[in-house]
Structures are given as structure tokens and as C-alpha cells.
């Protein structure tokens, strides 16, 4: 017959138990089913006992946000975000593109007359180009656009921006209060054209854009 032996259990055992059993019910009075994302692993048996071990980053799902979070994932809740639509690609992704804007048919004498240019390009750095702005003088004659602001226009045929390779901007050209004496009809050309070359020596095969023209007529009263 098993006898037990009649002692008296230890304070400090009986607390000690007590705390560990009121520990033990905490920690697993809510549960999670863990699981492992393994990229490896392996089973050795060891006689009764067994070792299963894996390689990877555990885990646990978690149903809300408001919900535990334990380990290096969390789980996430809700629709998954829409990836947003991409814009298509502006016009002068396509081909280059030059417009006037702001220039009216006519002018009086003492009027403002206002001139840009919008410019749109985008082509590899083995393609660059230039852009010419050409004015046309009511005697045929012609004038080309400097990029120097104290001379804006030059007898001599040149570049207006040289080695352009990308852009998207407005040039402003013109701002001037007209004067008497200036009357006539007037053209504005702009145009990209192969880098280094010369439209009037080199014709038109080394344009590369659609020619941009504006006109206006100046009175002279």
C-alpha cells in the first residue's frame, strides 16, 4: 500500500503553485494556431522522441488590427487597395509639340503685344535637337530668336535653346508696348530641328516637329 508521507506543504510552495497556475490559465485562456512560412525544415527521430524543425519567419494571422499582434507579420484586414491606374503619357511623349500662345490678331500703337511659346519634348540623348524661333519682317525679311535678353533677334541664322533633350515648359518672347512705325503683317515661326544643323542651309529634311506659326498685324496709328 502507498503511503504518504504526512507533511506539511511549504507556504512559500503552496503561493508559489497557486501563482503558477493562475499564470499558466492567463496565458493560454486566448490561443493563436502558429504557423511557420518555411522555405526548409526537417523531422529527426531520437527514440521516443521526435524533433521537427523548420527554416522560415513564424507568424500569426491576425483577424482585426485591434487584435494581438505577434511576430513579424500581422494580418490585414479589409479590401485590398486598388493599384492606381497610370496616367497616359502626355503628347510630346509621342512626337515633339511647339505653340503659340497669347498673341492676338492685330495691334494699335501703344497696345502691349504678349508672346510665348510652349514646348514640349522628350527624346533619347543620341536624338537631340534645337529649337529655332524665325520672326518674319513685313519686307520678307527675316529674324532669328537669341537666347541673349539684350539682343532677343539677330540677322544672323542661329539656335534659339540648343541640345534639348528633354522638356516641358513655356518660353515667353515677347513683351512689348508698341511703338509707331511699325506697321505690317508679321509671322512667328518655331520649329525643333536636328542638333548642330541649319534649316536654311540644310532644308527642310532636318526639321524634327511640326512647324509652329502665329500671326499678327501691327497698325500704325
Known amino acids: 500500500m502507498l503511503k504518504i508521507p504526512n507533511k506539511n506543504i511549504p507556504l512559500k510552495t503552496l503561493v508559489l503553485s497557486t501563482l503558477l497556475a493562475s499564470f499558466s490559465t492567463i496565458v493560454y485562456a486566448d490561443t493563436f494556431d502558429r504557423t511557420v512560412i518555411a522555405t526548409g525544415g526537417e523531422s529527426i527521430a531520437m527514440g521516443s522522441n521526435t524533433l521537427a524543425y523548420t527554416i522560415g519567419q513564424p507568424f500569426i494571422a491576425t483577424p482585426s488590427s485591434e487584435s494581438p499582434q505577434i511576430g513579424f507579420w500581422a494580418g490585414q484586414t479589409g479590401e485590398i487597395p486598388e493599384i492606381p491606374e497610370i496616367p497616359p503619357l502626355p503628347p510630346c511623349e509621342e512626337s515633339p509639340e511647339l505653340t503659340f500662345i497669347g498673341l492676338k ?36 525679311s527675316f529674324l532669328y530668336m537669341t537666347p541673349l535678353p539684350l539682343t532677343p533677334f539677330s540677322p544672323t541664322p542661329q539656335a534659339f535653346q540648343a541640345s534639348l533633350e528633354t522638356l516641358d515648359t513655356t518660353y515667353q518672347l515677347l513683351q512689348l508696348t508698341l511703338p509707331p512705325g511699325l506697321g505690317g503683317d508679321y509671322t512667328f515661326y518655331a520649329a525643333f530641328i536636328e542638333e548642330g544643323k541649319n534649316p536654311i542651309t540644310d532644308g527642310l529634311t532636318v526639321l524634327r516637329s511640326e512647324l509652329a506659326v502665329a500671326n499678327t498685324v501691327l497698325s500704325n496709328r
Do not use: I
Open 105 to 140: 490678331d492685330s495691334y494699335e500703337v501703344g497696345k502691349t503685344m504678349e508672346l510665348s511659346l510652349q514646348a514640349c519634348l522628350n527624346v533619347d540623348p543620341f536624338h537631340r535637337v534645337d529649337l529655332w524661333v524665325v520672326l518674319q519682317m513685313p519686307d520678307g
